[in-house]
């Protein structure tokens, strides 16, 4: 059985529906996406799932089971918008909040002390939250999330406003939860970071599930339509291939945009005829490619 199962659920604002029917499961050890352009309704499914709020039809099930208070316990949410009081000293505020999700103060102090080791900032202990940057503010409201060992773990926009350094520092730690069997609904509009990390996606649109599945199979229905050739020489004619609609030349090569995956091979022969051929690749689309398709010929 898998630790999340939401089942249509349903969400109505006055004349707005929120969420229309949404459905997927999360495995153990599974970051699941999703995605969505503003206003589609991931805040709202997130919530729903939170026990925040209540849906309007349909059910989410934790291991098989509807919510129950004890169910604080086992959910961790990094909220999009930052909650943390500015004022109160970081050891203060996360043993705080451990505790009223169940943990006692000795666990949640030890918790803590290891997870500012693993951040690399011990020393923030004894800060007060309005003494940190606003990344390293994050971090603690990460550590927030996780800090009393929930087995499902909400993830909204996890990586704002971090350099690049410390996306990959969380990034890692968001892989170690997942190999160590945390379950977690990750929600971003950086497609690079659902790319790396999740294996099955949802993209809603307007409240709707417009495309559902493992990234893997999702991709190979969209056509192949980018062809990379790396190359040192001219390639001329490229244009003249029927079903060629664009010729990028860059620094390396070519990047060739094509209307038919047939003529990637016309492509292949005509440089092979020419010049010496580093690399040659058809690429699959990427998820960025794929969003902005499905949701954008849907605006249409
Ligand atoms: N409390 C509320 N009252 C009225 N309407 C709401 C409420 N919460 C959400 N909505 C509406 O429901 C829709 C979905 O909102 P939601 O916040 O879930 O979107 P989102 O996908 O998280 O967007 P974003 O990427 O901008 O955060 C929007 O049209 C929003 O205006």
Redesign the pocket.
């Known amino acids: 059985m898998k630790p999340l199962k939401v089942d249509q659920i349903y969400?109505q604002?006055?004349e707005?529906?929120?969420?229309n029917g949404i459905s997927f499961e999360v495995g153990q050890g599974e970051i699941y996406g999703l995605l969505?352009?503003?206003?589609?309704?991931?805040?709202?499914?997130?919530?729903m799932v939170l026990g925040l709020?209540y849906p309007d039809g349909g059910e989410v099930l934790y291991n098989g089971k509807p919510y129950s208070k004890e169910l604080l316990q086992s959910l961790g949410y990094l909220p999009?918008e930052r909650g943390l009081y500015p004022r109160i000293r970081v050891s203060d505020q996360l043993i705080y909040l451990a505790e009223l999700r169940g943990m006692s103060k000795r666990d949640a102090d030890s918790n803590l002390k290891r997870w500012l080791e693993r951040f690399e900032v011990p020393e923030y202990y004894n800060k007060r939250v309005e003494e940190l940057s606003k990344g390293n503010q994050q971090k603690i409201q990460f550590i927030a999330s996780v800090i009393h060992n929930p087995q499902i773990v909400i993830l909204?926009?996890a990586f704002s406003g971090l350099d690049p350094v410390n996306v990959e520092l969380l990034k890692s730690t968001v892989k170690e939860l997942r190999d160590n069997g945390t379950t977690m609904l990750f929600?971003t509009?950086r497609m690079e970071h659902v790319e790396e990390l999740c294996r099955n996606i949802t993209i809603?649109h307007r409240?709707n599930a417009v495309v559902q599945g493992s990234l893997k199979e999702i991709k190979s229905r969209y056509p192949r339509e980018r062809v990379i050739l790396k190359t040192e020489g001219d390639v001329n004619g490229l244009d003249a291939i029927g079903g060629v609609t664009k010729v990028n030349r860059h620094e390396y090569g070519y990047e060739i945009h094509i209307a038919k995956e047939e003529a990637a091979g016309e492509i292949l022969r005509l440089a092979i005829g020419q010049t010496d051929i580093q690399r040659f690749e058809v690429l699959e689309p990427t998820l960025n490619e794929i969003f902005i398709k499905t949701v954008g010929e849907r605006h249409e």
């Open positions: 969400k604002y006055g707005k529906t929120a969420v969505g352009a503003n206003g589609a309704g991931k805040t709202t499914t997130m919530r709020i999009e909204d926009e929600s509009h809603l409240s």
